[in-house]
């Protein structure tokens, strides 16, 4: 079992930054490819990023290439998304998810955060 807690959503100002942070707390983080995803209001949750458990090989949404990466840190059990030049379309809330593929598709993950609320003004 994976427990998985994200913050760092808040308010952002559209062209400033954020950071979230999901921490898993375990001695098998490691073991884990790591996604970010979200889901605006009536749309379907969608992949922002994933990372392979080394950290070796990360992929990004079109929408967010260039803008966000994604990093972890596997001594402090968490991984991070750092997000620039935020868009007003960037709101929705974020989720972090672990499986032992870096899986695109949010349906493949077994394990869950509670997400956290992102959004962005003009």
């Known amino acids: 079992q994976v427990q998985l807690v994200e913050a760092g959503g808040g308010l952002g100002q559209a062209g400033g930054p954020l950071r979230l942070s999901c921490a898993a707390p375990?001695?098998?983080?490691?073991?884990?490819?790591m996604g970010w995803f979200r889901q605006a209001p009536g749309k379907e949750r969608e992949v922002v990023a994933t990372i392979t458990w080394g950290g070796s090989t990360t992929i990004y949404a079109d929408s967010v290439q260039g803008r966000f990466t994604i990093s972890r840190d596997n001594a402090k059990d968490t991984v991070y998304l750092q997000m620039n030049s935020l868009k007003p379309e960037d709101t929705a809330v974020y989720y972090c998810?672990?499986?032992?593929?870096?899986?695109?598709?949010?349906?493949?993950?077994?394990?869950w955060g509670q997400g956290t609320q992102v959004t962005v003004s003009s």
């Open positions: 375990g001695r098998t983080f490691s073991r884990y490819a």
């Open positions: 998810a672990a499986d032992y593929g870096a899986y695109r598709d949010p349906g493949l993950y077994d394990y």
